[in-house]
């Protein structure tokens, strides 16, 4: 990244450059000459190495700019090769040469080789301080004490601050800044009318206090959070539970929430005592990211590896830069090649976050689920005991029949649960009775009873939890296949919670293009997939056993004879034996095209070779229900008919129970003990690290003192309240630097996500200590940090041009007026819904679809125009879909979700222009505003023309404007006209 220069010296006669601006201009050099393997052998990364020089000689002769490489590389506008420096900067360049060369103290090689730089090294890295207030010339000017920092700055160019700005003006700005909507013409008459001298905070403390206030500062996180509501990648799909991150970030702003609190929700608050559903929802912060479906069910185990090495590249960067604005990610392969970072401190920060999953979880308290438990537990028991008499009452028939047919029921060796589908979908051992989707036996449909065998068609049946335990198991069942099979789950032991991306399972498996058996576990990542054994038997039933032993082993028998084995193999979570904690396990019958399943029977413990030969032996005794029906007497028929109603009836009664709310947020799972990867790479492991913080950072503390197998919750926990010390010398900075980037479209710091060797320079670094050491002692309030800012007189300055000062300042770096800027894309479209009277102004809850999804082995997003109320809700209720983006936001740069913004991208194109002409949405937003003035002003053409400047822009019109806009009213027609209002710069801008 190439610094930004700060443009201060114009002439010969102009005062020395400090040493930010020497560093801001060396950096463009040492993008390419710097430390080990420099181009052409010069390392410019200290004074050393500048008068050592490189294969062309010595680059620096202090005192003489004449005779300096340097000086001439850059004068002939050859180097840096990204492109000439300014005037100003050559100028710069050749005064520091001139009085000696004196090397800015921070520019050190940060990157030694293998070590982290002592924390000296860079102003970022020091403790915050308190500055003295500086005294400035003009005391009167100061308002507010950051004032008098801007001030000293500007008065040592010999430069001034601009005059206030008017109090139309100054209104609109704030309304904006804080709550993202124009003022209303009567709260503007009010504040301009209002001479008291607390009349301008007033209005500044009752836009904090408005619910919009979360709304508009809630989207500045959303950017940098990546929020989006779809997974991204190839197959994007919706995630439904999403928006509560994005409620609680908006509400967490409205309470002014202190921003280490806010911080350690983000990043533990599902392990914070006590468990909140803000606490639990906040670490939607860390799973926002896109999600690569197709990359985790790949079935090399590295394949999958190195998808989730950069998924925690990615987790690892948006904490680091987000919260100490340090670019961590940087060192996933090797030590930062400009930042005091090593490899080993990006595995130490990745082993705090290593446990982490994505995926929906309950979104309760734990008081709020034993209520809940409370409320359906005697309904789920009552349904259990009605089941397991009626499967008693069904046995007892059966055997019966089997009996007369003159066959000795023979026992399987002790299953924890058995399925005969005799009937239903009863469990006749255990407690894994079947809901079925269709509800219906003997019918056509998804799923069906066919000759005592259940038969299904893109459908499941599934049980309630069950209440044992799983770690060795066995599946068993005689299954049919024909040839319209595909792949499908015959029968599967799944688990109700898994962490895991796409589920924890292991299942009966049948592939129709090989025509094999297989067993599924984890979405492929365990399966074993056998090279031969084709499978020729169709129309009749197949047995099919699974054993899974304690050592991670599989064994498939077909038949009752050994199909295919699979020894242990591998390491971590997704390769050993996996258990199932009783109450989190259900079975799944189904999955698939077509299916059959004839009976299934399940074990606790993985079957002997013998053992399932002789379960094979001895084979299924069906009864059909005519069978059953005839040899049941009529007392035990009706006792069924009973049992199954009243069964059906509480069914109902827990269908009917509220049901329990889901959120997209972290899910974990026990991670290995973390290692470095050399090179980044999972195939090649190195030494182990512990979890722990910035080794250049000596307070807070950054050993956390752990173990390397502790577990998730502990290294998460202790991550997050290592952010969120008071001694931490990034966090509050960062934090400040933000608040100011977005007051003033400008952080002191530029780049708002990096305070390391290749970020901007501090155009105030007094400043932004002051701020940052001011923000810690008022407890980390934002709303106080907003008063601090927006009550000073740097912030009222009118945002008029002068040339003059332009020409010692043309970035305005130094604040000698208020920086105008275009209004973000969200806040354009909420001001045309606001102006038009039409804007919906309900809060929360799921985010609206101007879609409609198509699906064809992934989804897609055809944009809808609809005026529909939820469609007129405030843009940050829009769902977000990552590849189904809105044209007109898109058109004034809304960022894209699958990724960072810490800074907003702001063009100008013709784009723009033709969005804001052609648009349905703007073309309807003018009509209704040409509407309202009709309803406002009816009859008064004037007053019209005037009520839609005070509304659209926030002032009164001049009397030519109000001739010129009363002419093409009467001539085009008031609505022709509201369309040009709503299309003028002035209306896109905020002074």
């Given at each position: 990244?190439?610094?930004?220069?700060?443009?201060?010296?114009?002439?010969?006669?102009?005062?020395?450059?400090?040493?930010?601006?020497?560093?801001?201009?060396?950096?463009?050099?040492?993008?390419?000459?710097?430390?080990?393997?420099?181009?052409?052998?010069?390392?410019?990364?200290?004074?050393?190495?500048?008068?050592?020089?490189?294969?062309?000689?010595?680059?620096?002769?202090?005192?003489?700019?004449?005779?300096?490489?340097?000086?001439?590389?850059?004068?002939?506008?050859?180097?840096?090769?990204?492109?000439?420096?300014?005037?100003?900067?050559?100028?710069?360049?050749?005064?520091?040469?001139?009085?000696?060369?004196?090397?800015?103290?921070?520019?050190?090689?940060?990157?030694?080789?293998?070590?982290?730089?002592?924390?000296?090294?860079?102003?970022?890295?020091?403790?915050?301080?308190?500055?003295?207030?500086?005294?400035?010339?003009?005391?009167?000017?100061?308002?507010?004490?950051?004032?008098?920092?801007?001030?000293?700055?500007?008065?040592?160019?010999?430069?001034?601050?601009?005059?206030?700005?008017?109090?139309?003006?100054?209104?609109?700005?704030?309304?904006?800044?804080?709550?993202?909507?124009?003022?209303?013409?009567?709260?503007?008459?009010?504040?301009?009318?209002?001479?008291?001298?607390?009349?301008?905070?007033?209005?500044?403390?009752?836009?904090?206090?408005?619910?919009?206030?979360?709304?508009?500062?809630?989207?500045?996180?959303?950017?940098?959070?990546?929020?989006?509501?779809?997974?991204?990648?190839?197959?994007d799909k919706i995630r439904d539970h999403a928006w509560p991150y994005r409620d609680y970030v908006i509400r967490s702003f409205n309470q002014?929430?202190?921003?280490?609190?806010?911080?350690?929700?983000?990043?533990?608050?599902?392990?914070?005592?006590?468990?909140?559903?803000?606490?639990?929802?906040?670490?939607?912060?860390?799973?926002?990211?896109?999600?690569?479906?197709?990359?985790?069910?790949?079935?090399?185990?590295?394949?999958?590896?190195?998808?989730?090495?950069?998924?925690?590249?990615?987790?690892?960067?948006?904490?680091?830069?987000?919260?100490?604005?340090?670019?961590?990610?940087?060192?996933?392969?090797?030590?930062?090649?400009?930042?005091?970072?090593?490899?080993?401190?990006?595995?130490?920060?990745?082993?705090?976050?290593?446990?982490?999953?994505?995926?929906?979880?309950?979104?309760?308290?734990?008081?709020?689920?034993?209520?809940?438990?409370?409320?359906?537990?005697?309904?789920?028991?009552?349904?259990?005991?009605?089941?397991?008499?009626?499967?008693?009452?069904?046995?007892?028939?059966?055997?019966?029949?089997?009996?007369?047919?003159?066959?000795?029921?023979?026992?399987?060796?002790?299953?924890?649960?058995?399925?005969?589908?005799?009937?239903?979908?009863?469990?006749?051992?255990?407690?894994?009775?079947?809901?079925?989707?269709?509800?219906?036996?003997?019918?056509?449909?998804?799923?069906?009873?066919?000759?005592?065998?259940?038969?299904?068609?893109?459908?499941?049946?599934?049980?309630?939890?069950?209440?044992?335990?799983?770690?060795?198991?066995?599946?068993?069942?005689?299954?049919?296949?024909?040839?319209?099979?595909?792949?499908?789950?015959?029968?599967?032991?799944?688990?109700?919670?898994?962490?895991?991306?796409?589920?924890?399972?292991?299942?009966?498996?049948?592939?129709?293009?090989?025509?094999?058996?297989?067993?599924?576990?984890?979405?492929?990542?365990?399966?074993?997939?056998?090279?031969?054994?084709?499978?020729?038997?169709?129309?009749?039933?197949?047995?099919?056993?699974?054993?899974?032993?304690?050592?991670?082993?599989?064994?498939?028998?077909?038949?009752?004879?050994?199909?295919?084995?699979?020894?242990?193999?591998?390491?971590?979570?997704?390769?050993?034996?996996?258990?199932?904690?009783?109450?989190?396990?259900?079975?799944?019958?189904?999955?698939?095209?077509?299916?059959?399943?004839?009976?299934?029977?399940?074990?606790?413990?993985?079957?002997?070779?013998?053992?399932?030969?002789?379960?094979?032996?001895?084979?299924?005794?069906?009864?059909?229900?005519?069978?059953?029906?005839?040899?049941?007497?009529?007392?035990?028929?009706?006792?069924?008919?009973?049992?199954?109603?009243?069964?059906?009836?509480?069914?109902?009664?827990?269908?009917?129970?509220?049901?329990?709310?889901?959120?997209?947020?972290?899910?974990?799972?026990?991670?290995?003990?973390?290692?470095?990867?050399?090179?980044?790479?999972?195939?090649?492991?190195?030494?182990?690290?512990?979890?722990?913080?910035?080794?250049?950072?000596?307070?807070?503390?950054?050993?956390?003192?752990?173990?390397?197998?502790?577990?998730?919750?502990?290294?998460?926990?202790?991550?997050?309240?290592?952010?969120?010390?008071?001694?931490?010398?990034?966090?509050?900075?960062?934090?400040?630097?933000?608040?100011?980037?977005?007051?003033?479209?400008?952080?002191?710091?530029?780049?708002?996500?990096?305070?390391?060797?290749?970020?901007?320079?501090?155009?105030?670094?007094?400043?932004?200590?002051?701020?940052?050491?001011?923000?810690?002692?008022?407890?980390?309030?934002?709303?106080?940090?907003?008063?601090?800012?927006?009550?000073?007189?740097?912030?009222?300055?009118?945002?008029?041009?002068?040339?003059?000062?332009?020409?010692?300042?043309?970035?305005?770096?130094?604040?000698?007026?208020?920086?105008?800027?275009?209004?973000?894309?969200?806040?354009?479209?909420?001001?045309?819904?606001?102006?038009?009277?039409?804007?919906?102004?309900?809060?929360?809850?799921?985010?609206?679809?101007?879609?409609?999804?198509?699906?064809?082995?992934?989804?897609?997003?055809?944009?809808?125009?609809?005026?529909?109320?939820?469609?007129?809700?405030?843009?940050?209720?829009?769902?977000?879909?990552?590849?189904?983006?809105?044209?007109?936001?898109?058109?004034?740069?809304?960022?894209?979700?699958?990724?960072?913004?810490?800074?907003?991208?702001?063009?100008?194109?013709?784009?723009?222009?033709?969005?804001?002409?052609?648009?349905?949405?703007?073309?309807?937003?003018?009509?209704?505003?040409?509407?309202?003035?009709?309803?406002?002003?009816?009859?008064?053409?004037?007053?019209?023309?005037?009520?839609?400047?005070?509304?659209?822009?926030?002032?009164?019109?001049?009397?030519?404007?109000?001739?010129?806009?009363?002419?093409?009213?009467?001539?085009?027609?008031?609505?022709?006209?509201?369309?040009?209002?709503?299309?003028?710069?002035?209306?896109?801008?905020?002074?």
């Amino acid at each position: 990244m190439l610094f930004l220069a700060v443009t201060a010296l114009g002439s010969e006669s102009a005062p020395a450059a400090t040493a930010g601006e020497v560093s801001s201009v060396l950096a463009k050099c040492q993008v390419c000459h710097r430390g080990i393997g420099a181009v052409a052998g010069l390392d410019l990364s200290s004074r050393e190495g500048a008068l050592l020089g490189g294969n062309s000689g010595p680059a620096l002769e202090p005192g003489e700019s004449g005779q300096s490489l340097l000086f001439a590389k850059v004068r002939s506008g050859e180097m840096p090769p990204s492109g000439p420096l300014s005037k100003a900067e050559v100028d710069l360049v050749r005064h520091w040469i001139d009085e000696g060369a004196v090397w800015p103290s921070g520019d050190q090689d940060a990157s030694a080789a293998g070590t982290a730089a002592p924390e000296s090294l860079w102003w970022s890295l020091k403790p915050v301080h308190q500055p003295a207030v500086p005294a400035v010339k003009q005391a009167a000017w100061v308002r507010k004490p950051l004032d008098a920092f801007i001030l000293a700055a500007l008065e040592e160019r010999g430069m001034e601050p601009s005059a206030p700005a008017s109090r139309e003006v100054l209104i609109r700005r704030a309304t904006l800044d804080l709550i993202g909507l124009p003022p209303t013409p009567g709260e503007i008459e009010a504040f301009v009318s209002d001479t008291s001298p607390g009349a301008y905070e007033n209005l500044v403390n009752r836009l904090l206090a408005s619910r919009h206030y979360g709304e508009r500062w809630g989207r500045h996180w959303l950017d940098l959070a990546r929020f989006g509501e779809s997974q991204g990648y190839e197959r994007d799909k919706i995630r439904d539970h999403a928006w509560p991150y994005r409620d609680y970030v908006i509400r967490s702003f409205n309470q002014d929430k202190p921003y280490a609190r806010f911080v350690l929700e983000q990043l533990a608050g599902d392990v914070l005592k006590p468990r909140t559903r803000d606490g639990i929802a906040a670490t939607g912060f860390l799973v926002a990211a896109p999600w690569d479906e197709v990359g985790h069910t790949q079935q090399s185990d590295i394949m999958r590896a190195r998808v989730r090495a950069v998924e925690m590249e990615e987790m690892v960067g948006t904490v680091a830069q987000t919260f100490l604005g340090m670019t961590v990610n940087c060192a996933r392969c090797h030590d930062h090649k400009f930042d005091p970072i090593s490899q080993r401190d990006y595995y130490r920060l990745k082993a705090c976050l290593d446990g982490i999953r994505a995926g929906d979880r309950p979104w309760l308290t734990p008081a709020e689920t034993a209520a809940h438990e409370e409320r359906t537990e005697p309904l789920r028991d009552g349904i259990r005991r009605l089941k397991r008499r009626l499967a008693q009452l069904q046995d007892e028939v059966r055997e019966r029949v089997l009996t007369k047919r003159g066959i000795a029921p023979q026992p399987a060796p002790g299953p924890v649960s058995r399925w005969t589908f005799d009937l239903n979908g009863i469990d006749s051992v255990g407690d894994g009775h079947l809901s079925l989707e269709s509800g219906a036996l003997g019918e056509d449909g998804e799923i069906r009873f066919e000759d005592g065998g259940i038969r299904f068609k893109d459908a499941e049946g599934r049980s309630g939890p069950l209440t044992v335990d799983l770690a060795e198991k066995t599946l068993e069942a005689w299954v049919r296949v024909s040839k319209e099979n595909h792949q499908f789950h015959f029968f599967k032991v799944d688990d109700t919670d898994s962490p895991l991306p796409r589920g924890r399972f292991d299942a009966i498996y049948y592939h129709h293009k090989s025509r094999t058996w297989r067993n599924l576990s984890e979405f492929k990542n365990r399966t074993v997939s056998p090279k031969r054994h084709k499978e020729t038997k169709t129309e009749t039933p197949i047995h099919i056993a699974i054993a899974y032993d304690s050592q991670g082993g599989i064994r498939i028998y077909r038949e009752g004879l050994l199909y295919w084995a699979q020894d242990p193999k591998g390491e971590g979570p997704e390769s050993a034996l996996q258990a199932f904690a009783r109450g989190r396990v259900r079975i799944v019958f189904g999955g698939g095209r077509t299916g059959m399943v004839e009976e299934a029977r399940l074990y606790d413990r993985a079957l002997s070779s013998e053992e399932i030969a002789a379960s094979f032996r001895a084979g299924i005794q069906r009864v059909t229900p005519d069978e059953w029906n005839a040899e049941a007497s009529s007392q035990e028929r009706r006792a069924r008919d009973e049992l199954l109603e009243e069964a059906a009836r509480q069914e109902g009664l827990l269908k009917g129970a509220p049901e329990v709310p889901l959120v997209y947020a972290v899910r974990t799972y026990r991670a290995g003990p973390p290692v470095v990867m050399e090179r980044g790479d999972p195939a090649t492991p190195g030494d182990p690290v512990e979890p722990g913080g910035l080794l250049a950072i000596s307070s807070p503390e950054p050993e956390f003192g752990l173990p390397p197998d502790g577990n998730e919750a502990q290294r998460r926990l202790r991550l997050a309240k290592w952010i969120t010390d008071p001694d931490h010398p990034l966090t509050a900075r960062v934090l400040v630097n933000r608040v100011w980037h977005y007051h003033f479209g400008r952080g002191i710091v530029s780049t708002p996500n990096d305070f390391g060797f290749n970020g901007g320079r501090a155009s105030h670094p007094e400043l932004l200590d002051w701020l940052a050491h001011t923000f810690l002692r008022q407890g980390g309030s934002l709303k106080q940090l907003h008063r601090e800012i927006m009550l000073s007189n740097t912030y009222r300055q009118s945002s008029g041009f002068r040339a003059d000062a332009a020409d010692a300042d043309a970035e305005n770096r130094l604040l000698w007026r208020f920086s105008p800027r275009r209004l973000e894309a969200e806040v354009i479209r909420d001001a045309l819904l606001a102006v038009s009277g039409r804007l919906n102004r309900e809060p929360g809850g799921p985010g609206f679809r101007p879609f409609e999804v198509r699906f064809f082995n992934s989804h897609f997003y055809d944009l809808v125009d609809s005026a529909d109320p939820p469609m007129r809700k405030r843009t940050i209720y829009r769902i977000v879909v990552r590849s189904g983006h809105d044209p007109m936001l898109e058109a004034f740069d809304c960022p894209d979700a699958s990724s960072k913004a810490p800074r907003r991208s702001n063009t100008t194109t013709p784009i723009q222009s033709l969005a804001l002409m052609n648009s349905p949405f703007v073309l309807r937003q003018a009509d209704h505003l040409a509407t309202r003035l009709r309803q406002e002003a009816p009859g008064d053409s004037a007053g019209q023309i005037e009520l839609a400047y005070r509304l659209s822009l926030g002032r009164t019109p001049g009397p030519e404007e109000t001739i010129r806009a009363v002419t093409h009213a009467g001539e085009h027609g008031l609505e022709s006209f509201c369309w040009a209002l709503l299309n003028s710069s002035e209306f896109l801008y905020l002074n």
